[in-house]
């Protein structure tokens, strides 16, 4: 008996062996086949060619850098992929400088670097792409360098608990954008921000529409959407509450707060709602404009408190 139970026990070890060797390794490159057990390794067989790593369902404790090339990464399904604590090059989970990078479905997630910027994603040249994929409890979801040739897009996805404003660092944000050409945020959420700005940008051109910027449940939060040096463009569709935790109340939007370099006369900001959480009474602006530039500021819908706009 004794004899039969170690050679059932060693026959389960054999079998466990082999399952364990046939698994299929989590990222594939879709234009190939080959499938990897790392998603660094799987980003280098791409190269700087266009490809597509499409990764399994699970969490990750993994990182990647994008030399070159045009990337997809994209989920098996949205929101099984999970990006969570792993830091490359003391940046973020990607850290993308090829021709360009879409990211399709994916959750990042505990993000957090000694510089007081970890990010889910960290741009730094090419287009980007971003749909359907949630950012939450890190320093900041997304944060671009300055590449005045490229775009960002976001469409359809969520910033939850980004941001901070501690330790003497300068300020993290839910998204935050440099001199990149242009920016187009459209569908998305922004809550529960942990300080800085939900939306900060420096780009010429932006389109802002049909968002969400819940702040009910922030923490020590400034902006909503601050437009650093200015931009043209849209903002509209968007929904806005303040809530009562503020680092500072006294605007929703910013025009060029940091210094103006670019013309704001050809931004339009309409069709949107502001409003604070139930029971809070206070003042605010909906636009702080630190320009004269002429902002088209259309219809709006604007709580009691809330001034149309300021020139500051």
């Known amino acids: 008996m004794r004899i039969l ?3 059932v026990l060693v026959s389960a070890a054999v079998a466990a062996t ?6 299929p390794a989590p990222f594939t490159v879709a234009e190939t086949g080959q499938a990897f057990q790392s998603l660094a390794d799987a980003v280098n067989a791409i190269g700087d060619r266009k490809g597509t790593v499409v990764i399994a369902p699970g969490t990750y404790r993994q990182c990647a850098v994008q030399q070159g090339g045009d990337v997809t990464f994209t989920a098996a399904a949205p ?3 999970i990006f969570d604590g792993a830091i490359c090059e003391g940046k973020g989970a990607l850290v993308l400088r090829g021709r360009a990078s879409k990211v399709d479905g994916i959750v990042f997630q505990n993000l957090r670097v000694p510089d007081g910027n970890g990010a889910g994603i960290r741009l730094e040249s090419g287009n980007l792409t971003v749909t359907n994929s949630l950012f939450r409890n890190s320093e900041q979801g997304i944060l671009a360098g300055d590449a005045p040739q490229n775009s960002v897009t976001i469409d359809k996805s969520t910033f939850r608990h980004l941001g901070r404003c501690d330790r003497d660092l300068d300020c993290a944000h839910g998204v935050y954008i440099g001199r990149y050409g242009s920016l187009t945020v459209t569908r998305s959420r922004f809550d529960q921000g942990d300080g800085g700005h939900y939306l900060k940008t420096r780009t010429p051109r932006v389109t802002i529409t049909d968002n969400s910027f819940d702040d009910s449940a922030g923490h020590l939060t400034n902006y909503m959407i601050d437009l650093s040096n200015g931009a043209s463009g849209t903002i509209s569709g968007n929904e806005m509450v303040q809530g009562k935790d503020k680092d500072n109340h006294s605007a929703f939007i910013t025009v060029a707060p940091e210094g103006r370099e670019h013309d704001s006369a050809g931004l339009t900001i309409a069709n949107n709602s502001a409003s604070f959480v139930p029971g809070l009474q206070r003042s605010s602006s909906f636009v702080a404009n630190f320009t004269d530039d ?3 500021i259309g219809a709006n819908k604007l709580a009691s408190g809330i ?3 300021d020139r500051r």
């Open 18 to 23: 082999a399952l364990a060797q046939v698994a």
């Open 79 to 81: 929101g099984t992929a």
């Open 5 to 7: 139970s170690t050679t």
């Open 294 to 296: 002429a902002v088209k």
């Open 307 to 309: 001034k149309v706009s």
